[in-house]
């Protein structure tokens, strides 16, 4: 008798017709065979993987992706829940019985003289209550491979499905490539995303945005918890206490960086439990406890060095488990490293670009792609919390919500309850990244940065997000910080990355109740002499100018949060509307 499972599989095979099926079980060997596979397999005249510098970089290879697809694309991405006000105007939305006829189209016989590969995986440690079953299929070898280091790959996953048809279902097909026929189509409510014509990252790697944000956080709305785009971190103290956080910051705008920090502060100590996606459960005695339901990063490459962050760059030259991807980043051909803006401060002088070119020092461009990003092994951080894989999780005590922004929002403050702190998420603008495939540096709305990630109406996300004041006995305290503040020369005023853990000191001072804090209109701000910036050379005057609120800025901000908060008309909650009245009376 076949299991569920497998007539579905048996279902995406009479409708694709690949030429070969291959169910991954997650092994080393496996791995190790089809790296070997992709060195040999081309695609666009060249291999799918080229193995680099092993001495430097262990288990490391290269992945070029086509020019035309190299970050998500928000504007093919659609909601297709079968009411359209469900959806939201955060969402693009088309009717779910349109949405697979289109799709259905795309796929009919889209893998023929290709192998389709089976991906068993689980989204979250298999001992974990919250862990959830899910299958991709896909014909693309790179995504295949990437999946193994993101997410759990095999036989576990396939025992815990057993005979049920209670799994998600991702189907993928990288097609032709080309961006007049890329959809990325989800169905929420029936536990399925339908992807087609680009190879590339939250597009293709289904069992992250796609399901781990998109869908779960439907889910999370159904069934009471939630699901964010967050870190999650403990941050040990010289007396070896931990106290546990949850980091929000939009696309490319420093989560990976939080996550891996090595804090300039001594006797502070940063461990790692989750870079980019968090689910949140009320635990047994009602805290909240969280989960980082992926196994890998997939971060962004320029930027990350040394000084930025060493851990990442440890991370990097690691090898226990095999292998780590690196895309559209630059090769430096004296070396066969990769190479990417930020890695070395000289720039190499033999480089091939992202797109395949020798690179033209003179010419100003940049060698790698601004959303390049390597896929490593969560297992190769040298700073993994041991207790990243209790299946409980970890309890909360603070969030941290940011944004990227060169005005208007000041380096750090608090906000005075679980509702303010909600309120405070809900009116985040950040500058747009190249994680993104439309205009980058343009200012917009980024709830809690999950705009291009809730899976339903906004207006209703927040109303869930407010409910948790019910639903748990304690909440955790939450923050606001902006660590791209800049001066009137256009430099970043707070020097950001590593010194960060001086902006984590203070919170859990706050946490702990050791000091008081200092209140303006926009909440709890630190009082100087409570910020420890030993051995950092910054003035005063700069550091007022960080905490500053300004009357000006706000008066600009506050219309173009109306605006966002408008368009969700009766599904915003009152108390949101109440809390923009108040803030709007305090600038006027
Ligand atoms: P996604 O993976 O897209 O969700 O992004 P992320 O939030 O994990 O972004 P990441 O930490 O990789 O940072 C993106 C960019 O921001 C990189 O180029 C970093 O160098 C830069 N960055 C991170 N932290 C800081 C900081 O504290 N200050 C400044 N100035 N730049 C930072
Ligand atoms: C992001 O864009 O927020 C990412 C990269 O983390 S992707 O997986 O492509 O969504
Ligand atoms: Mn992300």
Redesign the pocket.
């Known amino acids: 008798m076949k299991t569920q499972l497998q007539k579905w599989v048996d279902e995406q095979v009479a409708i694709m017709q690949p030429d070969k099926i291959y169910w991954m079980n997650g092994s080393d060997e496996e791995a190790r065979e089809l790296v070997n596979l992709a060195e040999e397999e081309k695609r666009d005249g060249h291999p799918i993987l080229k193995k680099l510098n092993d001495k430097n970089f262990q288990g490391s290879y290269y992945h070029r992706s086509n020019t035309n697809d190299v970050a998500r694309t928000e504007h093919l991405t659609f909601i297709c829940l079968p009411n359209k006000e469900d959806a939201g105007p955060n969402n693009n939305w088309m009717d779910p019985k349109d949405a697979k006829e289109k799709m259905g189209n795309f796929f009919k016989g889209c893998m023929k003289g290709r192998t389709m590969y089976v991906i068993p995986f689980l989204m979250g440690n298999p001992k974990s209550p919250y862990s959830k079953n899910c299958v991709q299929v896909t014909d693309s070898l790179y995504v295949a491979l990437s999946m193994r280091i993101m997410t759990r790959v095999g036989t576990a996953a396939i025992e815990k499905i057993g005979d049920s048809n209670d799994f998600f279902k991702g189907v993928h097909s990288v097609g032709d490539i080309n961006p007049e026929r890329r959809f990325i189509m989800h169905f929420p409510h029936e536990n399925m995303v339908l992807s087609f014509g680009s190879g590339y990252g939250g597009n293709a790697l289904l069992g992250k945005k796609c399901y781990s944000l998109r869908t779960a956080s439907y889910l999370g709305y159904q069934e009471g918890w939630l699901a964010e785009?967050m870190i999650i971190i403990a941050v040990e103290d010289p007396k070896g206490k931990r106290t546990y956080f949850l980091g929000s910051?939009?696309?490319?705008?420093?989560?990976?960086?939080?996550a891996l920090l090595n804090p300039v502060i001594k006797g502070y100590k940063v461990w790692t439990l989750g870079?980019?996606i968090a689910w949140i459960n009320v635990g047994p005695d009602g805290k909240l406890y969280a989960i980082n339901p992926e196994m890998g990063f997939?971060?962004?490459a320029?930027?990350?060095g040394e000084n930025?962050n060493p851990i990442m760059i440890e991370t990097l030259k690691n090898n226990k488990f095999f292998p780590t991807l690196y895309t559209n980043t630059a090769i430096d051909n004296d070396t066969n490293n990769p190479w990417w803006e930020?890695l070395t401060e000289e720039v190499p002088e033999n480089l091939t670009n992202w797109q395949g070119e020798k690179h033209d020092k003179a010419s100003g461009k940049v060698a790698a792609h601004g959303n390049s990003r390597f896929t490593v092994s969560a297992y190769n951080c040298p700073t993994l919390a041991e207790e990243f894989d209790n299946p409980l999780g970890v309890p909360i005590s603070g969030i941290i919500f940011g944004g990227r922004r060169k005005s208007t929002i000041p380096l750090v403050y608090e906000s005075s309850n679980w509702q303010h702190g909600v309120f405070t998420a809900s009116i985040i603008g950040s500058e747009t990244t190249a994680?993104s495939s439309s205009a980058t540096g343009v200012v917009r709305r980024d709830p809690m940065s999950m705009l291009p990630f809730c899976g339903y109406n906004m207006g209703d996300y927040f109303k869930h997000w407010l409910s948790f004041e019910k639903r748990a006995k304690t909440l955790p305290k939450i923050f606001m910080v902006n660590?791209?503040r800049k001066d009137e020369d256009g430099k970043?005023m707070w020097p950001?990355?590593r010194d960060?853990s001086r902006i984590l000191k203070w919170m859990i001072d706050r946490i702990e109740g050791k000091v008081s804090a200092q209140e303006k209109e926009l909440g709890l701000f630190p009082k100087l002499e409570d910020l420890d910036l030993s051995n950092l050379d910054i003035s005063d005057k700069i550091m007022e100018k960080l905490l500053h609120v300004s009357k000006e800025e706000w008066q600009k901000e506050i219309p173009m949060i109306e605006e966002f908060y408008t368009k969700f008309g009766d599904r915003m909650p009152q108390e949101l509307k109440n809390q923009l009245d108040n803030l709007r009376k305090k600038f006027a």
């Open positions: 785009h910051f939009p696309s490319a705008c420093g989560k990976t960086n939080l870079d980019d997939f971060g962004v320029p930027g990350t930025t930020g994680a660590w791209f970043f950001g990355f960060n």
